[in-house]
């Protein structure tokens, strides 16, 4: 559970706190007063990322160097007066080198945190899940990942630092011949070996993420969408990996495909191959949905995976996430809505936001601690 979050020059918040209890949580407020960054700060905690920077320095506040976040958090059914059962996430960010994430003031890696808060969210950023670009796609696949598997989250990070290597040096290649090429060519080679060493992970754990998937989204999209039919999921890629493959067998598909493209590469300047290049698509009735998926299949496919995720969380690791939901309310009809609050209430905490109060369900509300987020000359505070 989530005692606090505080937030230092992380952006529209200069510097404040907000308190958190068990139950259901309301920030309500006008656009950019800052409450969607409550949320980020809590992803960010949890997972290591944002869903809303591709790198962390993109939360610094205006021209700053500098920005910190501290979630507190407590063991569920832990007693209050047991301060063994209590951490604090932090996780401090620089504009010109790498983040730090602190356990209790100690630097440790970004899973360390994570085995401490994990989160379920929908965000408005991945409501284009369906038809938007493949980068929402593997973003939300990799979010759900890096919390129901230990260690996935360090592979990701390697490779994409092994990833931005090869492509330096690739574009570097494009400005030079003769011998000096053939050092760049060189000097990659190792980089080459690590893509495909932990690609090959990437790849195999979101295939066993999928895998676990796919009986419990079947059911909650059931749920959601009685009339529809079955839902699947796919993974696309180059290599046509099986659903079941391994790493090993992973990483002699994708070394095959760095030596097919190795050519074309030195053309282009830039990594063709990789999970960075993969996607997923979703069949309804056998059949993708990409291209004539209506509004309110798409939203019943969020919300389907919304739970979903929260039940694969609870059962990998015997406890519920923390709910968050950034402006949900506005993207579902009011059948959807009703099995989004069904859902708020069973679980032990749910934080959400939204423009105003009215725009949720009466009895939400009721039940609800509900706070007004403003946003001053002195950056963001919360109301009484």
Not at 26 to 40: D, P, Q, S, V
Not at 61 to 87: E, H, P
Request: hydrophobic share 40%; proline share 4%; charged share 25%.
């Amino acid at each position: 559970m989530i005692e606090s979050v505080r937030l230092h020059q992380v952006r529209s918040w200069a510097d404040g706190s907000v308190a958190l209890t068990p139950g259901t949580h309301i920030f309500w407020g006008e656009n950019g007063a800052g409450k969607t960054t409550i949320l980020e700060a809590c992803i960010i905690a949890a997972t290591g990322r944002s869903h809303r920077a591709g790198a962390l320095r993109e939360v610094i506040a205006g021209d700053g160097n500098q920005a910190s976040i501290m979630v507190t958090v407590r063991d569920d059914g832990a007693d209050s007066t047991d301060t063994l059962a209590q951490s604090t996430l932090g996780v401090e960010i620089s504009r010109a080198g790498r983040a730090k994430h602190l356990l209790n003031g100690t630097p440790r890696t970004t899973a360390a945190l994570g085995q401490r808060l994990r989160v379920a969210a929908f965000v408005p950023e991945e409501t284009g899940l369906v038809v938007g670009a493949p980068a929402v796609r593997r973003g939300l696949l990799d979010r759900v990942a890096s919390q129901w598997q230990r260690g996935y989250e360090a592979t990701l990070t390697r490779y994409e630092r092994a990833l931005r290597q090869r492509n330096r040096l690739l574009k570097d290649a494009l400005e030079v011949d003769g011998a000096a090429r053939r050092a760049i060519a060189s000097e990659m080679r190792p980089w080459t070996e690590m893509l495909i060493t932990t690609g090959s992970e990437v790849v195999a754990g979101r295939l066993a993420l999928l895998a676990a998937l796919a009986p419990v989204l079947s059911a909650t999209h059931s749920e959601v969408a009685p009339s529809e039919a079955d839902l699947e999921t796919h993974y696309l890629s180059r290599e046509e990996y099986r659903h079941d493959e391994s790493a090993s067998e992973c990483a002699a598909r994708l070394a095959q495909s760095f030596d097919q493209t190795a050519e074309t590469e030195g053309y282009q300047g830039y990594t063709l191959v990789g999970p960075h290049r993969d996607d997923i698509a979703f069949h309804v009735g056998g059949s993708d949905i990409a291209p004539t998926a209506s509004r309110g299949q798409q939203r019943s496919l969020l919300l389907a995976l919304l739970f979903a995720e929260i039940t694969l969380l609870t059962d990998e690791h015997g406890h519920p996430p923390a709910l968050l939901l950034d402006d949900a309310f506005s993207e579902l009809d009011p059948q959807r809505r009703e099995h989004l609050v069904a859902r708020i209430a069973a679980l032990p905490q749910s934080i959400i936001t939204a423009t105003a109060l009215e725009d949720l369900a009466p009895g939400l509300v009721a039940r609800a601690t509900s706070r007004e987020i403003q946003r001053g000359p002195q950056g963001s505070s919360v109301t009484a």
